[in-house]
């Protein structure tokens, strides 16, 4: 009876360590509840400026406006510099709201939004950051497969900085992530280091029609 319950005991907590080990694999989890999260792509101006009440708002014309904000989820970014960290830096975010004129009714409707955040990280930090953003994305818009196309812009020893950009192509609309590296010299260390975040959500010219079936 005792080799049984040994037994028993082996095989529960291989389990558990087996269970253990595939939800560190699983995808991130977005918990941002930030303003953005409540954007949605088509809402009239007036919404939006209500939305960012407790920002000050710069209109760049009778269809862009943008302001400063902390309430992004990029500002995420500062959770992974060391809080001891003299060189390192993540900058407020800048939110741009980009809408279109409808002449039938008068109103702006919101096409386009993007977060962007300038910063100094050490390469390891900044590239950690992205990889972890653009499997959030992923997991959060599930994206078909062939619909999410990664590319990198500059030569490593070439060129100053290496543009990173990953796009998702959805039903009607896209999301756009990108970081910059840019070489510099920080604190004796020669290197690339992660200079800029952005995060970009824009509707497609020409929508995807979903088929809706019909229930019985």
Do not use: H
């Not at 037994?7 to 941002?32: H, M, Q, W």
């Not at 390891?124 to 599930?142: N, P, R, S, V, W």
């Not at 992530?177 to 020669?190: A, H, I, K, R, S």
Request: with cysteine; aromatic share 10%; proline share 2%.
């Amino acid at each position: 009876m005792k080799k049984i319950t040994a037994l028993l005991l082996v095989i529960l907590s291989a389990l558990t360590l087996f269970g253990g080990c595939k939800k560190d694999d699983a995808a991130p989890v977005e918990t941002y509840t930030g303003v953005l999260s409540k954007v949605r792509l088509g809402m009239p101006m007036k919404k939006i400026v209500a939305l960012n009440s407790g920002s000050e708002l710069y209109y760049d014309s009778d269809t862009e406006i943008w302001c400063v904000s902390t309430d992004t989820d990029l500002m995420e970014i500062r959770d992974r510099i060391p809080a001891d960290a003299q060189f390192y830096y993540a900058d407020d975010s800048l939110i741009t709201y980009t809408f279109k004129y409808n002449e039938n009714d008068g109103e702006n409707y919101l096409t386009a939004y993007m977060e962007e955040v300038p910063c100094k990280l050490d390469r390891k930090t900044a590239e950690d950051y992205y990889k972890y953003k653009k499997e959030a994305l992923i997991a959060k818009y599930a994206p078909e497969e062939g619909a999410v196309v990664s590319t990198v812009t500059g030569t490593e020893g070439v060129d100053l900085t290496l543009d990173n950009v990953t796009v998702m192509t959805l039903s009607s609309f896209e999301v756009t992530l990108t970081m910059q590296l840019t070489y510099d010299t920080v604190d004796g260390v020669e290197d690339y280091f992660g200079t800029y975040y952005s995060i970009k959500i824009k509707e497609l010219a020409n929508k995807t029609a979903v088929e809706v079936s019909e229930k019985e």
